[in-house]
C-alpha cells in the first residue's frame, strides 16, 4: 500500500554536507504546522487511484517523518499532526511510522513523549561514534550523546530502531571505520543505513573543498569502506536488501522499501515529492511561500509528467539497487520486449564480468558490481 512523507523542515544547526531543504530558524514552526495540516485535508486525494477505500478514505501502510529534524516536535504538535492524518486516511493497524531523531534530542522525558504518540520506528542520525569525524561535519551531537541515544530509545521500549552512519569522511580511518561498525553491532540495532559521504553542490562542505579548507573525499577509501561493511554486515547476519541499507531478519525499512518498488507515495510540507505512478511533483522548497501558498487555500508545486522512458530508466534505477534486481518478467510486460532487448543487450558486458548476475530472470548487482551501481544504471537507460 502506498505511503506518506511528512518534511519537517528545522534544524538546530547546518550539517555541512547536508543539501536537504531546512531553516535553522523556529520562527516559522507554528504557522508550518497550520499550514501542513491544511495541505493534509487538501492532498487528501492525491493517492486516490492507488488506495483502497472505506468510509471514503484511503488506506496507507507507512508514514515517514522526514526533515530537516522532526524530533524538534513535541508530543503535542506530532499528535495534532496524527489527528488530521485519522480525519483524511486509515492508518494501516500495522502501518511504519517512522521519526527521524538527532542523538542530541534524546533525553529521557522526550522519549517517554515519543512513546505516547503512533510513531513505532526510530531513525537516529549517528553518522559517526567519533567526535572529529562529528565535528568536521558539523554535527550538534557528540560520540557519547550517540550511544546513550540508542540505549534511551531501547529503554523507553522502541525496539524498531534504525541508525544512519557514514563511510568516506576525510577524518575517518579504515580502523575506526571498523570500530563504527562495531560499536553499531554492540548496540543490538535492527537497521542500519549507511552512506559514503557525498559532495553536493552549494553546500558548506563543496565551499570548504573549494578553498583547501577540508581535503575532498579519497574514492579509494570510500571504496575500501564500503568492502569492510560489506564483510562486517555479513558476519553480522545483516541483510543487504539495498545498495545503503541493511538489517535483521524482518526489519526492513517498509517506507523505503516502497520507493525502491515503485509503490505510490504522498509527500507533505516544502521540498516534499509525491509519485502517482505517471508523475511526480515536489512541493516549493521555501518556508515561508510554501505557508503563504497554503493560507491562500493553493499548492505551490512543481510536476513532471513521466516518459515511458523515464519510468523504465527510474525502474531500472531503484531496482537494480536492491537485493530483488530487476525484473526481466516485469520489464517486458511493463515497458515491452524493445525495453527488454535494449536491456539485456546493455548488461551483456557486465554479465560477463559478473558484476551483474542472471538469476531466476532477474539482473542483480554481485558485490563487486554494487561499487559501480549508478554507472551501470545509467548504461542500462535509455537516451535520447
Known amino acids: 500500500m502506498p505511503g506518506i512523507y511528512i518534511h519537517i523542515p528545522f534544524c ?173 553491532f554492540g548496540l543490538d540495532v535492527k537497521h542500519i543505513s549507511s552512506y559514503c559521504l557525498t559532495v553536493e553542490p552549494k553546500t558548506a562542505l563543496a565551499h570548504q573543498i573549494k578553498t583547501g579548507q577540508i581535503k575532498n573525499v579519497d574514492d579509494q577509501q570510500s571504496a575500501e569502506q564500503f568492502e569492510i561493511m560489506l564483510e562486517a554486515m555479513n558476519k553480522n547476519n545483516f541483510i543487504q536488501y539495498e545498495i545503503s541499507n541493511f538489517c535483521k531478519e524482518d526489519f526492513y525499512s517498509k517506507h523505503n522499501s516502497n520507493y525502491w518498488l515503485k509503490e505510490n507515495y504522498l509527500g507533505l510540507g516544502p521540498s516534499a515529492h509525491s509519485y502517482n505512478g505517471s508523475s511526480r511533483q515536489w512541493n516549493i522548497s521555501n518556508n515561508i511561500l510554501y505557508i503563504q501558498s497554503i493560507e491562500k487555500g493553493e499548492l505551490n508545486f512543481e510536476k513532471e509528467e513521466l516518459t515511458i522512458d523515464q519510468r523504465y530508466n527510474e525502474y531500472i534505477l531503484t531496482s537494480l539497487r536492491t537485493m530483488w534486481g530487476t525484473d526481466l518478467n516485469y520489464l517486458s510486460q511493463t515497458f515491452g520486449k524493445d525495453y527488454l532487448t535494449h536491456c539485456l543487450h546493455e548488461a551483456e558486458k557486465y554479465l560477463e564480468t559478473k558484476k551483474v548476475l542472471h538469476q531466476e530472470n532477474k539482473l542483480i548487482l554481485s558485490d563487486e558490481g554494487k561499487l559501480f551501481a549508478d554507472k551501470i544504471a545509467s548504461d542500462l537507460f535509455i537516451t535520447q
Open 12 to 184: 538546530k544547526q547546518a550539517c555541512n554536507y547536508c543539501d536537504f531543504h531546512f531553516s535553522t530558524s523556529l520562527n516559522n514552526k507554528d504557522t508550518f504546522l497550520i499550514a501542513l495540516k491544511q495541505e493534509i485535508e487538501m492532498q487528501k486525494d492525491y493517492l486516490s487511484n492507488s488506495l483502497s477505500f472505506g468510509e471514503g478514505r484511503g488506506e496507507v501502510s507507512t508514514i515517514y517523518f522526514g526533515g530537516g529534524t522532526p524530533s524538534l516536535l513535541s508530543e503535542g504538535e506530532l499528535m495534532t499532526i496524527f489527528e488530521t492524518l485519522d480525519k483524511h486516511f486509515i492508518i494501516s493497524p500495522d502501518a511504519e511510522i517512522t521519526l527521524e531523531a538527532n542523538p542530541d534530542d534524546f533525553l529521557k522525558e522526550k522519549m517517554k513523549q515519543l512513546k505516547a504518540t503512533p510513531i513505532n520506528r526510530l531513525s537516529i542520525g549517528i553518522q559517526s561514534f567519533y567526535d572529529e569525524d562529528l565535528k568536521m561535519m558539523n554535527r550538534a551531537h557528540n560520540s557519547i550523546e550517540a550511544t546513550t541515544a540508542v540505549k534511551a530509545a531501547q529503554d523507553s521500549g522502541f525496539e524498531n530502531i534504525t541508525i544512519d552512519l557514514i563511510y568516506g569522511i576525510q577524518t575517518l580511518s579504515n580502523s575506526n571505520w571498523k570500530n563504527n561498525l562495531a560499536t553499531a
